[in-house]
């Protein structure tokens, strides 16, 4: 991790003033948040069965937000990266599926300044996924593989509010896949005839609403705790997919906890020395 | 059940709200009707022979299925519905097709149950001695007239690449090769692969796949042809071969004999194969029983089906007299077959 941040949170209190505090770039403030979280979710592939699988999830968030130069200076960017995980039983208890998604998330929000409490943040974002759903019982089809690469439409909400002397951050995300390009074998082709034989077919398929109707929402709700951020969240993730005849959904409700942080970014760090006001050596 | 409207009209809301449409499977309950008719809908939709079984034997999945739901009544037992489900899925005639409830499997085992047996280990035994010798699954010996005899019962397993250049060394002081796949009931197509390719020096038109696109019975892919090739880097026998057969040649090992069929210097001995060229996959019912049946056919270089087994080159079985002396007649046949063609 020898990059270019720094942990310099209190530096303008200690160089002592806000005149000082505003000759820092904006655009060098990140917030960088890790959460983690367990929940519950619902699975069909109907390449594997027709049936829903259902069954606990748990789910690593890491997400990382900094202003840019961009549109004097009102756009954000932000980078959401997700791995869950989960174990699924249908109905009967007869069989289960191991499903896995790493989904990473690229977005640039335009803050609309509603009040000094209230932002509404929207633009456009990358929504890239890879994964898979094992079930232990098929034959020649036992795994879906899960490639899919989206455009998407990210909206958030940030609320600043104080109960008492309390203060609190609320925030409400939406992303919706607009559309995207997604790998799915055809409605009765086996991955033998795909990766050992080689045999082509309508394998890479465009989606949009119309057949990849998806949606993560997260809400969260940051609080100090002693000299701690704290992020307790709500993560509502509905993929789903209709290609190739197959139809696969994932419905993920998961509760989050972690920790935010707050960086500023030093450009050059390696040429230039900490201030020895604040360097602790 | 309070939990479970709950739980949907929660989604359902979500969904609304954000403009987002539901993807769900339609489903059945989980009772006797409901249960016939998933298993009668996966098979309709997926089962990849309904066409050809229709102009084969007169198949025809709809009058199955009134036919079938006569039997069925709203207090039956859950062995009752097995049996009734079980027959339904006779009706296909294939050996891919298994119903698997939590204490039964049910089998179609005519393709096998209605020939000769034509393989008998304790006769095997006798051909192979105390001192045969065994490596990646293969069972192999040198007879006393220098013909090596190699047994494969299963592709089960991975057959290792090493394993095979070895034994091939070894035996190449032989004047011919027996590849015995009698009651070998298939595994996988890449081990079934792995061994065919070390008996051709190049590469080689073994037939073609196809696999459905959709639910309606004559949704197929465009067939795509299946190559074998010479792992060029390998040993490679270079004599002749006589590949063995019998009713439970079969899946995988039906591919195996289809492949080696194809190729110069291979003959194949005994009885017809017991087919099974159809991939399958897997599905389940709403009472959790799974369900396995063929997915994607495969055709041999003349584009017919290869369901229902292979003819052999040239059919031999054993003798009742033979047997009686406990000698393998298919295994002599091979015998006598490579000394009149020695190179």
């Known amino acids: 991790m020898k990059k270019i941040f720094l942990l310099l949170l209190l530096l303008p209190f200690v160089l002592g003033g806000k005149a000082q505090e505003d000759s820092l770039q904006t655009n060098r403030y990140v917030m960088r948040a890790t959460l983690y979280g367990a929940g519950y979710t619902n699975i069909l592939d109907t390449y594997l ?25 009102n756009v954000s960017a932000q980078s959401l990266f997700q791995i ?19 989904n990473w998330n690229y977005a640039w929000h335009y803050q609309f300044r509603l009040a000094e409490n209230l932002k509404i943040l929207a633009g456009p974002m990358i929504d890239l996924n890879g994964g898979f759903v094992y079930n232990t019982r098929n034959s020649n ?9 989206n455009i998407a439409g990210s909206g958030m909400v940030i609320y600043r509010f104080r109960i008492g002397n309390y203060p609190l951050i609320a925030r409400y995300q939406a992303n919706l896949p607009l559309m995207g390009v997604m790998f799915s074998p055809e ?26 109707p998806a949606l993560r929402q997260l809400l969260t709700l940051d609080f100090p705790v002693g000299n701690m951020n704290v992020r307790a969240g709500y993560i509502c993730d509905i993929q789903q997919a209709k290609v190739n005849h197959l139809k696969s959904h994932t419905w993920s409700h998961v509760f989050m906890l972690g920790f935010v942080k707050n960086f500023y970014l030093i450009k050059n760090k390696k040429k230039v020395g900490m201030s020895p006001k604040v360097s602790p050596y | ?77 859950n062995e009752q519905l097995f049996d009734v489900l079980s027959e339904m899925l006779n009706e296909l005639r294939d050996g891919h097709v298994n119903l698997v409830s939590k204490d039964r499997t049910s089998q179609y085992r005519e393709w096998y149950d209605n020939y000769p047996r034509n393989f008998d ?15 990646s699954g293969l069972k192999y010996q040198i007879l006393e007239d220098n013909i090596a ?17 070895q034994i091939l060394s070894k035996l190449a002081i032989c004047n011919g090769l027996i590849l015995d796949v009698r009651n070998n009931g298939g595994g996988n197509l890449t081990t079934a692969e792995k061994l065919a390719e070390r008996f051709t020096n190049e590469k080689k038109l073994i037939g073609y796949m196809s696999y459905k696109t959709g639910p309606g019975h004559n949704e197929f892919s465009t067939p795509e042809a299946v190559y074998l090739e010479p792992p060029m880097d390998r040993v490679r026998w270079q004599k002749h071969t006589v590949v063995l057969t019998n009713r439970r040649s079969y899946s995988a090992t039906n591919d195996f004999v289809n492949r080696m069929k194809q190729l110069d210097r291979v003959t194949v001995i005994g009885d017809k194969t017991g087919g099974g060229s159809g991939l399958p996959f897997s599905s389940e019912l709403p009472n959790g029983w799974s369900v396995r049946f063929s997915a994607s056919p495969m055709y041999d270089p003349d584009m017919k089906h290869l369901e229902f087994g292979i003819e052999p080159d040239k059919k031999v079985d054993i003798t009742s007299e033979d047997y009686n002396k406990g000698i393998d007649t298919i295994i002599e046949a091979a015998r006598e077959y490579l000394h009149n063609h020695k190179q």
């Not at chain 1, 989960?86 to 109905?91: G, I, P, V, Y």
């Not at chain 1, 009765?188 to 057949?211: A, D, M, P, V, W």
């Not at chain 2, 019962?153 to 394993?163: A, D, E, R, T």
């Open chain 2, 121 to 135: 280990d304790s006769i095997q035994s006798r051909y192979l001695g105390k001192d045969y010798n065994t490596a």
């Open chain 1, 84 to 102: 869950n995980l989960s174990l699924t039983d249908n109905k009967a208890e007869t069989g289960s599926e191991l499903a896995g998604l790493i």
């Open chain 1, 187 to 212: 409605y009765g082709q086996s991955y033998y005839e795909i990766f050992s034989l080689k045999h082509g077919g309508k394998n890479i398929l465009f989606t949009s609403l119309h057949n990849q």
């Open chain 2, 1 to 77: 059940m309070i939990k479970k409207i709950f739980k949907k009209t929660a989604i359902f809301l979500l969904m609304i709200l954000s403009g987002t449409s539901c993807i769900t499977e339609d489903t059945f309950n989980d009772s006797p009707d409901g249960n016939f008719e998933a298993l009668w809908k996966i098979i309709d939709e997926h089962y990849c022979f309904l066409e050809y079984k229709n102009q084969e034997y007169g198949l025809d999945w709809n009058k199955i299925h009134s036919d079938y739901k006569k039997r069925l009544t709203s207090g039956m037992s």
């Open chain 1, 141 to 149: 089809n036992p795994a879906q593989a899960k490639a899919y690469v």
């Open chain 1, 49 to 73: 069965s027709p049936m829903e699988y259902t069954g606990p999830e748990i789910r690593i968030l890491r997400e990382s937000m900094r202003m840019t130069k961009l549109l004097n200076g």
């Open chain 2, 149 to 165: 005899y190699v047994y494969c019962g299963s592709f089960q397993s991975g057959i290792g690449s090493g394993n095979l250049d």
